[in-house]
């Protein structure tokens, strides 16, 4: 009975971990803490080219981490004796595995480059979170905050 409730828990502190490797927004809409009530730079233009892009967020480990040690718990509660130490050391790895694919499923997004003509002649690409539709020719201005990251909006 201990076995199982360890189980769950270890279980629920993978969800719990996995849930926290969310990777924040790269959205044109979004706004960090940071930089809400800060001036911000603004840049007018045309957008000259617009191409679906996927974004992947860097994998931390946590995956693999918290599905290795699920996975090796689960494997521990099956056999007896030696049975018991393959079958923790199998789970251990089909749960880093598993883990692994979670996370870096969960850290791509759709995303859009869109490349720009400035009204001050420059051209310049912006990628970010497909959370509106551009077209060639659409005038949008560029946002950009103070540490350099910009945002397309219309």
């Not at 076995?3 to 969800?15: C, D, F, G, H, P």
């Not at 003509?117 to 551009?134: A, F, P, S, T, W």
Request: aromatic letters at 4%; glycine letters at 16%.
């Amino acid at each position: 009975m201990k076995t199982n409730v360890y189980t769950l828990v270890t279980i629920v502190t993978l969800a719990v971990l996995v849930a926290g490797c969310d990777t924040a927004s790269q959205g044109s809409r979004t706004y960090t803490r940071g930089q809400a009530q800060t001036a911000l730079q603004v840049f007018y233009g045309t957008v000259l080219a617009v191409a679906d892009v996927t974004i992947e967020a860097e994998e931390t480990g946590a995956g693999s981490v918290a599905g290795g040690v699920v996975g090796g718990i689960v494997g521990s509660t099956v056999g007896g004796g030696r049975g018991t130490k393959l079958a923790t050391a199998g789970g251990a790895l089909a749960g880093a595995a598993a883990g692994s694919a979670a996370e870096r499923a969960r850290a791509k997004k759709g995303g859009v480059e869109i490349e720009v003509e400035l009204d001050d002649g420059r051209i310049m690409v912006v990628v970010q979170e497909k959370d509106d539709e551009y077209a060639v020719g659409d005038r949008i201005r560029i946002i950009q905050s103070r540490d350099g990251r910009m945002r397309v909006r219309q």
